[in-house]
Nanobody, 122 residues
């Protein structure tokens, strides 16, 4: 059984910073990409950032250099450093990973975390 567990959300003032973490656990054979998505109230879920197995990164246009995604392959953990936060960054942030498990190493599936709330407000 694979689990993705996010942490690090909370309340922060505009201009502040937060660091989100997402740890994947279970019988993992290999992780392909790891992503962060977010979903604001009444909005569609959108891709925030992605990091692939080689360390290449992609960001949503709205990030504009404020966020940095990184990954610790030894710990099966992905991070999202968020700086210069704005009220419009308020959302539930979800971790997503495409991975294969030990029992079926040839099949890659997507898994999701439960989400962590980020609120940017004064």
């Amino acid at each position: 059984q694979v689990q993705l567990v996010e942490s690090g959300g909370g309340l922060v003032q505009p201009g502040g910073s937060l660091r989100l973490s997402c740890a994947a656990s279970g019988s993992i054979y290999r992780i392909n990409y790891m992503r962060w998505y977010r979903q604001g109230s009444g909005k569609q879920r959108e891709l925030v950032a992605e990091i692939d197995s080689g360390g290449s990164t992609t960001y949503g246009d709205f990030v504009k250099g404020r966020f940095t995604i990184s990954r610790d392959n030894a710990k099966n953990t992905v991070y999202l450093q968020m700086n210069s936060l704005k009220p419009e960054d308020t959302a539930v942030y979800y971790c997503n990973a495409k991975l294969a498990t030990m029992d079926r190493p040839w099949i890659f599936r997507e898994y999701w975390g439960q989400g962590t709330q980020v609120t940017v407000s004064s």
